[in-house]
């Protein structure tokens, strides 16, 4: 039977690490590429590119415009880059309201301001009527690494741990209650927001900070299975000390999610040396964007490239890689 593209396979788990070890790095595999992180890194440089796909366009907290700068901006500052530049390619439906379109762009300057970055070039083009969905934008942006910062899971050790900026799950449970009509306190929005200056922050704190990364697709439980699998370290986290409104806990046992595989826009997960981990954790928490970080877990040498987490009444239960096909066009 032929093998066809699935929507599990842009969702970021199983199905897309498949995709991309099966099918792209065969072919297109090189140095830079194969270290699989947030961006590239070249040089004093880093640059990355993501597309955006999100359905609805406009969600409580933002829209596609937003989540498409804050997107690539937090993905060079997970590279331990400051952000600099950015481009903007749209893909506009035939029909698409210019009304809306003008939000989006409004969107887009406001989070570039507040992140200090400018867009610089960018292409538009226009598809027929029922072909585009109304609007898909592709963005890619350059940033200078911060001297001494070397952001990469070979550096991650037995011992260091790992801290998560924030509440989990908030822009997933936003965007399933605008998909599902869920009724939820205006408090639940996407948390989707520009995280460099607080990844610049930390590291002005403790340069030596290992590994950088923002769970998205596929949430916390995705990105502690690639690093744990490309460390070749155990990772386990503590269930209670994982920061869940109890209002997305409740969109979970409603549709019968994970938590852990829930995407999100506006969090980092940071792996560090021990003796940091509280002064890290003091200055996130000084950042707006990181007022309710927690230290989750550690890195173990037991059980290399496995999750594992500590629940409520003591037990330990192995968290696997997402298939992916738990939200589609979630960014």
Same mark, same amino acid.
């Given at each position: ?28 595999? +090189? ?21 955006? *796909?999100?359905r609805p366009i406009f969600f409580r ?11 690539? *901006? +937090? ?32 969107? *887009? ?28 934008? +592709?963005?890619?942006?350059i940033g200078e690494i911060i001297e ?39 408090? !639940? ?47 386990l986290i503590d269930e209670n000390k ?28 940071? !792996? ?45 239960? !192995? ?13």
């Amino acid at each position: 039977m032929e093998k066809k593209i699935l929507a599990a396979h842009g969702a970021g788990g199983k199905f897309s690490a498949d995709l991309l070890h099966e099918t792209i790095l065969p072919e297109l595999g +090189n140095e830079i590429l194969n270290e699989l992180h947030d961006g590239a890194k070249i040089g004093n440089l880093a640059f990355t590119t993501d597309s955006y *796909v999100v359905r609805p366009i406009f969600f409580r907290g933002g829209n596609i415009g937003k989540i498409a700068v804050c997107g690539t *901006v +937090n993905d060079l500052a997970m590279t331990g880059a400051v952000p600099k530049y950015l481009s903007a390619g749209v893909i506009l439906e035939e029909g698409f309201p210019i009304d809306d379109l003008k939000k989006i762009v409004h969107s *887009v300057k406001l989070a570039a301001d507040e992140a200090g970055v400018k867009i610089v070039t960018g292409d538009t083009k226009v598809v027929g009527k029922g072909q585009a969905d109304g609007i898909f934008i +592709n963005t890619a942006g350059i940033g200078e690494i911060i001297e001494g910062v070397n952001i990469s899971p070979k550096s991650v050790k037995a011992g260091m741990k790992i801290l998560i900026s924030g509440f989990v799950g908030d822009h997933a449970a936003a965007i399933l209650s605008a998909r599902h009509g869920l009724e939820l306190p205006e408090n !639940i929005k996407s948390d989707c927001a520009p995280l460099a200056g607080m990844i610049r922050e930390i590291l002005e704190v403790e340069p030596k900070i290992s590994m950088l990364r923002d769970p998205t697709r596929g949430g916390v439980a995705a990105v502690l299975n690639e690093i744990a699998a490309a460390a070749n370290v155990g990772i386990l986290i503590d269930e209670n000390k994982i920061p869940v409104r109890p209002e997305v806990r409740g969109v979970c046992d409603i549709l019968g999610f994970d938590v852990l595989e829930l995407a999100n826009e506006g969090k980092c997960i940071a !792996i560090v040396p021990p003796e940091s981990a509280e002064k890290i954790l003091e200055t996130m928490r000084k950042n707006v964007y990181g007022e309710n970080a927690e230290i989750i877990g550690e890195v173990t040498e037991n059980s290399p490239g496995k999750v594992g987490l500590k629940t409520e009444i003591g037990t330990i239960r !192995i968290v696997d890689m997402p298939l992916g096909n738990l939200v589609p066009r979630i960014c």
